[in-house]
Nanobody
Framework: QVQLVASGGGLVQAGGSLRLSCAAS????????VGWFRQAPGKERMFVAAISWGGGRTDYAASVKGRFTVSRDNANNTASLQMNSLKPEDTAVYYC?????????????????WGQGTQVTVSS
């Protein structure tokens, strides 16, 4: 059974950077796209970024485009989200998710497995 573990969150000042990691463990069968989502208190889970299995396709929410970069290393079963120029409105719990046999998607319900989330707090 595949499990995802997200890490790398923390407290950072506005304008700073963080790098989130998502590690997959267990028996991975087939290829999978990785998506990053975030959820602020009292709000629904929102799409942030996604990357296809081969890395050839990436997708970003308009609010993070140009500031965040998604990448992956299939040899090590990891994916990353580099977050630069962080803003207070980026504060949320960030989740990584895997979509088996599908391409990068911004739709929450299309992902099969979710990590536990990591808190990102950006102070002004």
């Amino acid at each position: 059974q595949v499990q995802l573990v997200a890490s790398g969150g923390g407290l950072v000042q506005a304008g700073g950077s963080l790098r989130l990691s998502c590690a997959a463990s267990g028996r991975t069968v087939g290829n999978y796209a990785v998506g990053w989502f975030r959820q602020a208190p009292g709000k629904e889970r929102m799409f942030v970024a996604a990357i296809s299995w081969g890395g050839g396709r990436t997708d970003y929410a308009a609010s993070v485009k140009g500031r965040f970069t998604v990448s992956r290393d299939n040899a090590n079963n990891t994916a990353s989200l580099q977050m630069n120029s962080l803003k207070p409105e980026d504060t949320a719990v960030y989740y990584c998710a895997a979509r088996f046999w599908g391409t990068a998607s911004p739709i929450v319900d299309e992902y099969d497995i979710w990590g536990q989330g990591t808190q990102v707090t950006v102070s002004s």
